[in-house]
């Protein structure tokens, strides 16, 4: 099953001149080993018609295909894959999310026997408030409903259709999506994993024997002589214990070559038809060298007397397996963080159906269900609160560790953790529409996408292996013609170089051209770049996994990447940098006047106003236990305050230009007053009875308690720390100045519309920018930044905007991001060093012949280059973020 | 397993170093047989320097008696060659050239390389296609004493 969505990023291929909607697949890819097995895959599949873009990421082994649906299609693409000699599979993916507001619900009607049955049941359903939509399918007997889950549930539509005189229960169908998918993908790796194993051991148990003859002196003599004694006694005649011994590896070498290797010939044969080579084309080439030589000296007697070199051959396969096999396993390890995601999720829920509280699987849970959870128990789905009341710990989700007070009408979480309260709630959000599997499928997103430092190594990747061929050969030919002419035919290795000494050794004992030969295979095999195609992904899959770990959803591994380079960063203050809720800060009473008496008459007369200001004074006055009395002639005027009689007494609250129409005097209290504005707090004044002042109350959007941590710390990481806001530039410069903002990075009084053209303007003098807002009003800037981070607040993630999501409000993670994105991409170039290390400094040794007494050791180096990329990678598990979490 | 595997890497790694570092001639570089195969009799003292006489031979396949000079308890230059068939032969006469020593050794050779060609050097006595045969581990070949 394919993604169907409407692609509008940039793809690899040259798009058709028509903007037709393109569809975008996701195909797990098995079989590929390495950065050319992925330039093929894509190769192949861009080159079909339709096809405009297809990106592999090895490490994830996934293909994502874009193209148009009017001439390509998902059968054309597996088929592609197939042919180029992979095993593709399409994975079921998400379902086009519906309407967070809308529910869907397909019921079984039993007792349906006609037409008029159908409409009365579709009636029936349609005079309930809520319900949109009820369709009936006589033939199947079920009914399709669509409703509004706030107003009705499925319980309801269920009794209304047994008031009607029928039965009805929720119809079960299979849920499509990512997950299903995944877990193909995941149980297909899994048997590919344990045949690799097999394949492995019998590799093994067939190579030690092998090795054994062919280089431990006593048992190198003893098993062939043994045999040729056994042979001679029992078949008769006279045997050459080293014409048996050649015999025994013969044997024991060929299961290897051909059964275990076969998959070494198929990527070779597969590669070779697209005249590309592969890592299976330099072990097929490197391992067929040594054997079919060591088939030759053991088969044909004018070459008899010639050495055997089968143990090369199958501990070179051994040897590759083995690194395969780790570095299978340590893949593994680097999808953990999705593991970890999947296995929050609750298995089964407990909802109300034909008035009966019953268990039954999450998956059965629809929009509409009424949720009973109970203490310590799992929140299943995401719903809003009906009834009773509760503390969450949703730690699990936004890393927050207060649990969080629930009562009716909030928003649960999936797979949070109810405390000790007992509630129901309304499921809103099931399946694939969950806060959890939104999170999922976008660090899955994440973890197989390409960031563009991977092109670096599919260029690399693209002309190594026609290099390394050619190199291989030219190292053999030089060996062939140039060492004797050096260092004689028979060269005596104590006369040599020491660098040479290898190699003269191996000349003087076989001859120059099975010197050569060996050294040539060692090059063949030791250049293989398939630790550079793990460079990248294996360290995008895990950086990416521990973001998400850290409640900071990466989204793609560009964003990862962009992220280290960041040198500005700009700061929304309302709601990013503040808590974007004003809040009583300050209080100042006149003589004989107390704070309650003050704030009983400013939230008395508050409460009926609708300006932001007064939920900060309602909401204080809640808090101290004020009982608001009633208001007697309110009126608001605009650019003042309000106005009111409380408690018999004339209460004017807003202003200064107030205070003045009023005549109260505040000429005593000017200084404090400018000092708190000064401060970016707003000042309103109470006066009582047209002439008196009873105090003044300071609001302010205040700072969240780590922006001066974060904004310290980014400057000291060397980003330059801006803010933007639309406030005036007064307010705006006295919180820049308590986040530790200088002066001159403050950009204030910018509307909306125009927070992209700032962000633009740093950019334009070669910063790159990111931008920090609340993903909705500062969609154009987090667009325009080279990274745009939204700041999410559980449910409520903007995900679909900017690269970068922080569940939690805590600008903390900004500097996390940033210094897991630096980790990172110092993995990716630790690997490449790793990867292209081993390539620059071992083809030299391996041409030079310093590995000519053990050609297969190539295959040893080329397993460990593998193994210790993956390895580097997973080791960016233990980051640690540099800024303390809050305490629990 | 991956501590057992790296064990047995390492391992391998190590055996194969020291094992490249201490190739040696193996004791037995000929063609192996059975006793019931390949058989030598002839008297261990004999008279004159000039012929051998050779009681009875059983090869495997075709063959050589080969005699050579006793050099020191080893064989030394060859002195004799008498090509045989594959089988029992009996009362055969090795005719003897440039016998310089008063002990020979007699050994029986497998006929290997080109047929009816001697194809032996003892100096690439373990390559060389017409190798002694091997009875129980040891060479099957005497030492005569010529008198």
Redesign the interface.
């Known amino acids: 099953m394919e993604t169907m969505k409407t692609n509008n990023e940039p793809v690899n291929m040259p798009m058709p001149p028509a903007a037709t909607a393109l569809t975008e697949s996701v195909i797990a890819v098995g079989g590929m080993t390495c950065a050319s097995c992925v330039a093929v895959v894509e190769k192949t599949v861009g080159k079909l018609p339709g096809v405009t873009g297809a990106t592999v990421n090895l490490a994830t082994e996934r293909l994502t295909a874009t193209y148009d649906p009017a001439v390509a299609d998902i059968a054309a693409i597996v088929a592609a894959v197939k042919s180029a000699g992979y095993e593709p599979m399409p994975l079921e993916a998400a379902a086009p999310a519906g309407s967070a507001s809308v529910g869907k619900v397909t019921l079984a009607v039993i007792g349906m026997t006609c037409a008029s049955c159908s409409a009365v049941v579709e009636k029936t359903l349609g005079k309930l408030a809520g319900v949109t939509l009820a369709s009936v399918n006589l033939a199947n007997e079920t009914v399709a409903i669509e409703f509004d889950p706030t107003l009705v549930g499925v319980d309801g539509l269920i009794s209304a259709i047994k008031g009607a005189g029928y039965d009805a229960i929720v119809k079960v169908e299979k849920v499509l999506g990512a997950t299903s998918g995944s877990d193909a993908q995941a149980e297909a790796q899994a048997k590919a994993y344990a045949h690799e194993k097999m394949m492995f051991r019998w590799s093994?148990a067939l190579s030690?024997p092998l090795?054994i003859i062919a280089?431990?002196?006593p048992f190198?003599?003893s098993i062939p002589?043994a045999l040729?004694?056994w042979?001679?006694?029992t078949v008769?005649?006279?045997?050459?214990?080293?014409q048996v011994g050649k015999y025994i590896m013969f044997a024991l070498s060929t299961p290897v070559q051909f059964i275990i290797g076969a998959r070494f010939y198929r990527g070779a044969w597969h590669s070779l038809k697209r005249m590309t080579g592969n890592m299976d084309s330099l072990i097929a080439i490197g391992t067929s060298a040594a054997y079919f030589f060591s088939v030759a000296t053991t088969f044909i007697p004018a070459l008899q007397?010639e050495p055997v070199f089968y143990e090369t051959s199958a501990?070179l396969i051994t040897?590759v397996l083995?690194g395969k096999l780790?570095e299978a396993?340590a893949k593994g390890r680097a999808g953990d963080a999705i593991k970890k995601l999947m296995g929050l999720a609750a298995k089964t829920a407990r909802v109300v159906r034909g008035g009966e509280e019953i268990d039954i699987p999450i998956e059965l849970v629809v929009t509409g269900d009424t949720v009973i959870v109970r203490p310590g128990e799992k929140v299943p789905v995401d719903g809003v609160v009906l009834d009773g009341h509760s503390a969450v710990d949703e730690s699990m989700l936004t890393g927050e560790s207060i649990p969080v007070e629930k009562n009716a009408g909030d928003t649960v979480i999936g797979a949070t953790m109810n405390k000790l309260g007992a509630f129901s709630f309304r499921a809103t959000k099931v399946g694939f529409d969950t806060a959890l599997a939104q999170i999922i499928r976008l660090v899955e997103d994440a973890q197989g996408s390409k960031a563009p430092v991977q092109r670096f190594a599919d260029r690399i990747s693209a002309v190594f292996v026609p290099f390394v061929i050619g190199a291989a050969l030219l190292t053999f030919v030089f060996w062939l013609l140039a060492g004797p002419a050096i260092f004689g035919a028979s060269p005596d290795p104590a006369a040599v170089f020491v660098l040479f000494e290898p190699i003269a050794m191996a000349a003087a004992t076989m001859g120059w051209p099975i010197a050569a030969l060996l050294v040539g295979i060692a090059v063949v095999v030791i250049a293989c770049p398939c630790a550079l195609g793990l460079a990248t992904p294996t360290a995008i899959m895990v950086g990416t996994g521990k973001g998400a770990e850290h409640g900071i959803l990466i989204k793609s591994g560009d964003a990862l990447e962009t992220a280290y380079k960041i040198s500005a960063i700009v700061f929304d203050k309302t709601g990013t940098l503040t808590h974007g809720k004003p809040v009583v800060t300050d209080i100042v009473l006149a003589d004989g006047h107390d704070v309650t008496r003050m704030f009983t008459m400013a939230a008395a007369l508050e409460r009926s106003s609708e300006h932001p200001l007064a939920e900060a004074i309602v909401a204080r006055a809640k808090a101290d236990g004020i009982e608001l009395p009633d208001v007697e002639g309110f009126a608001a005027i605009p650019g003042h305050g309000v106005e009111g009689t409380v408690n018999g007494m004339r209460v004017t609250f807003g202003n200064r230009k107030l205070m003045n129409r009023e005549q109260i005097e505040v000429s005593a209290y000017e200084q404090q007053i400018r000092e708190l504005e000064d401060q970016g707090k707003t000042v309103m004044l109470v006066g009582v009875n047209g002439s008196k002042l009873a105090g003044l109350i300071a609001v302010a959007d205040t700072l969240k308690d780590n922006s001066h941590e974060a904004v310290e710390r980014l400057t000291a990481i060397g980003v330059e720390v801006y803010m933007i806001t639309g406030d005036n530039g007064r307010t705006a410069r006295a919180i820049a100045e308590q986040a530790g903002i200088a002066s001159d990075h403050v950009l204030a009084e910018v509307l909306p519309e125009h927070k992209a053209e700032e962000v633009a303007k740093l950019q334009a003098v070669g910063k790159v920018v990111a931008m920090v807002g609340d993903g909705i009003n500062d969609t154009p800037a987090l667009a325009q930044a080279d990274v745009g981070i939204a700041m999410g607040a559980g449910t409520d993630v903007a995900m679909e905007t900017g690269g970068i999501v922080l569940i939690k409000n805590d600008l903390r993670d900004v500097v996390t991001a940033i210094e897991l994105s630096r980790s990172t991409m110092r993995k990716i170039r630790q690997n490449f060093f790793w990867a292209l290390g081993y390539n620059t400094v071992l083809i030299p040794i391996a041409a030079i012949g310093l590995l000519s007494?053990?050609p297969w050791?190539a295959g040893?180096a080329m397993a460990f280059s593998s193994v210790s990329v993956v390895t580097n990678s997973l080791l960016l598990r233990g980051f640690k973020p540099s800024l303390a979490r809050r305490a629990a | 397993m991956k501590t057992k595997l790296l064990f047995a890497f390492v391992l391998i790694a190590a055996v194969a170093l020291v094992s490249g570092c201490t190739a040696e001639t193996p004791k037995v570089w000929g063609y192996v047989t059975a006793a019931d195969s390949a058989q030598l009799e002839l008297a261990e003292e004999q008279t004159g320097n000039t012929s051998l006489a050779v009681d009875r031979v059983l090869a495997p396949e075709n063959a050589w008696i080969v005699v050579h000079l006793d050099d020191n308890g080893k064989p030394g230059d060859r002195v004799g060659l008498l090509a045989i068939e594959k089988g029992e032969s009996a009362d055969l006469t090795v005719p003897l050239e440039g016998v310089t020593t008063e002990k020979v050794i007699v050994a029986v050779h497998a006929d290997r390389g080109a047929e009816g060609e001697y194809d032996f050097n003892m100096m690439e006595k373990e390559t060389s296609p017409d190798r002694p045969f091997f009875v129980d581990g040891a060479e099957l070949a005497k030492v005569v004493t010529l008198k």
């Open positions: 093994l030690v090795f280089m431990v002196p190198m003599e002589m040729a004694e042979l001679a006694s008769g005649g006279a045997w050459d214990p080293m007397m501990l040897f083995l780790l396993r007494p053990f050791m040893v």
